[in-house]
């Protein structure tokens, strides 16, 4: 348990001191300053506030460097989590349904539900660790005003991004708030929904990183590209099986939301830590099923708690194709890119995939020439793709950046809690 | 529907829910608990136990917005939209028009979801939590 390996760790220290610090990242709980009592005792207490579950244990040991026998008393409190680390996601699909999030609090563990007992038409998840909010809940405008004001919800005028900052920044310091909800079904706002501060809090939606100060709070931010080819292909799946729907009115539906889209959605993409691009295949030449991918991970270089992952070599250009002698792959295959870039004028790594996978032995086969994955065994990231293998995109690059951008947001947070409560400011740089 | 008995004193023992017993056309809930309302015995008067079970319901999910109803409100977005367009498809009541039928088609397309894994709590639990002992699957 955490805190009989921290009294270990303290008893076998044989520096003299007046405070230890003690770290423990069992389940991502911290340990906060110990300071043992003054010189010539035979007995210290050494008191120790852990986050979460402790048992207490007592410890004994050699000295502090002056030859004594001292016994050492543990005792342990259990205090409440003070720091919420903040997930940004700029998503165009609805909020908190899609597969990003499942995969993302799967990773973390547990499940994540709507609140129970509350409104059933809320936009919220929590899990035990994480709250996935969505930020449509932050419209000032309903969809009957934004009729009246013929604003989209893609424009910022529909969104009250003040009540966005100072909620995110209550719940960032440990405060509990009222959100807003806004129903998707009716068009209308809801009466509020308290929401308590949770270990790991994801905001959701259009605009995570559009206002200043909000983006401000993120500890790591990612966008999700969707190319106008693939939305298109992924929206005729969605669409297509009910009556009503045609191709037509799906094209026009992206074309008259693009202005917007681009105006305002778009621009975000050069403030987030990890862009992750979906487009067409160039595996199959004219292809416009949309099955076969190629998805691209941008991610941003010099990010506080973040290294990037590569390929065989960091800061070099590869191009793999993992089939060969080793590994045979059906049609079309799997090509690997890796290189350094710039985006947006930031120095950025670009990791890209296109094509599928079949078997398992391929999904190992890569995993295991990955670096900088962040996983806790070998083998984590297929373990997780298997485990949900029916989740669109299982089979292909979203699945698989998915997975590893999952694996890297719990490796920020843990890496934040670790440095303790010194570091009270964002992660980023 | 449901109806609450009038009870003028106190003790009432809640039963645990029983699951969905009959599927009305208006509305449909997950769950019913079952309440009975006992009078405790006043003093020297003859023991009188009255009980009345109210049937409380518990809607599910939106209650009042079914599956048709979405469907219906995304026609008709549909409709408007492909009339407001027909001016002027640069328009700002066009982009509005096409953004309100984006919306529903999603909330549609969330709600298709939702009533698949919602028929079996199980496979709801399953795509969730695979590795639990209840959702592992074996193949040889």
Avoid at chain 1, 339 to 351: K, M, Q, R
Avoid at chain 2, 74 to 102: G, M, N, Q, R
């Amino acid at each position: 348990m955490a805190c009989t390996s921290a009294a270990a760790a303290a008893t076998s220290s044989s520096s003299s001191l007046s405070q230890l610090q003690l770290q423990s990242h069992f389940h991502g709980q911290q340990s906060g300053l110990a300071s043992s009592g003054t010189h010539a005792e035979s007995l210290r207490t050494l008191t120790m506030r852990v986050n979460g579950h402790c048992c207490s244990s007592g410890g004994r040991g050699g000295g502090f460097g002056l030859g004594r026998r001292r016994a050492f008393v543990v005792t342990c409190k259990v205090a409440p989590v003070k720091k919420t680390v903040v997930i940004g996601l700029a998503a165009d699909s609805g909020c908190g349904k899609s597969t990003f999030m499942r995969r993302l609090t799967s990773i973390f563990g547990g499940a994540a539900t709507p609140p129970r007992g509350g409104n059933p038409d809320s936009n919220t998840l929590i899990s035990d660790t994480t709250t996935v909010i969505c930020l449509d809940d932050y419209h000032s405008l309903d969809r009957y005003g934004r009729k009246e004001k013929a604003v989209t919800a893609l424009d910022p005028r529909a969104n009250n991004f003040d009540l966005m900052y100072e909620q995110v920044k209550a719940l960032k310091e440990g405060k509990s708030v009222e959100k807003p909800i806004y129903n998707h079904v009716s068009g209308l706002l809801d009466p509020p929904e308290t929401i308590l501060p949770p270990k790991i809090l994801v905001i959701e939606g259009l605009h995570p990183m559009y206002d200043e100060r909000v983006r401000s709070l993120l500890d790591f931010s990612i966008y999700l590209d969707i190319s106008d080819d693939v939305k298109f292909a992924w929206k005729i799946q969605r669409d297509m099986a009910e009556r009503g729907h045609s191709l037509e009115s799906i094209k026009a539906s992206i074309r008259a939301r693009k202005p917007d889209f681009d105006a305002y959605i778009d621009p975000q993409k050069q403030y987030a830590d990890a862009v992750i691009q979906v487009l067409p295949t160039q595996l199959i030449p004219d292809d416009n099923e949309g099955k076969v991918l190629r998805v691209r991970m941008v991610m941003k270089e010099g990010v506080k708690y973040f290294e990037p992952v590569y390929l065989f070599d960091e800061g070099s250009t590869i191009n793999w194709i993992p089939c060969g002698r080793k590994l045979t792959c059906s049609y079309p295959g799997i090509k690997f890119f890796y290189g350094p870039d710039t985006y947006y004028g930031n120095e950025v790594s670009v990791l890209e995939m296109d094509g599928q996978f079949d078997k398992l032995d391929e999904l190992i086969y890569v995993e295991s020439h990955l670096s900088n994955i962040s996983t806790r065994f070998y083998g984590e990231i297929t373990q997780q793709m298997l485990k949900h293998g029916d989740f669109p995109g299982s089979n292909n690059g979203t699945g698989l950046f998915q997975t590893i951008a999952g694996l890297k947001i719990r490796n920020v947070y843990e890496r934040i809690l670790a440095d303790g409560p010194s570091v009270l400011n964002r992660a980023k740089i | 529907m449901a109806s609450l008995a009038m009870a003028s004193s106190s003790s009432v023992a809640v039963f645990a829910p029983a699951p969905v017993m009959t599927q009305r056309p208006t509305a449909v809930f997950s769950s019913v608990s079952c309440v009975r309302m006992v009078h405790p015995q006043r003093f020297g008067a003859r023991r009188r136990t009255s009980r009345a079970v109210v049937a409380m319901a518990q809607p599910q999910g939106s209650g009042v917005e079914t599956q048709d109803d979405i469907d219906a409100k995304v026609a008709k977005s549909l409709e408007e939209a492909k009339a407001t367009c027909k001016e002027d498809e640069t328009s700002a009541p066009c982009a509005v028009a096409w953004d309100e039928y984006e919306e529903l088609a999603a909330e549609a397309a969330h709600a298709r979801d939702r009533k698949k894994l919602s028929q079996d709590p199980l496979e709801a639990y399953c795509a969730d939590n695979p590795e639990t002992d209840e959702c592992r699957v074996y193949e040889d």
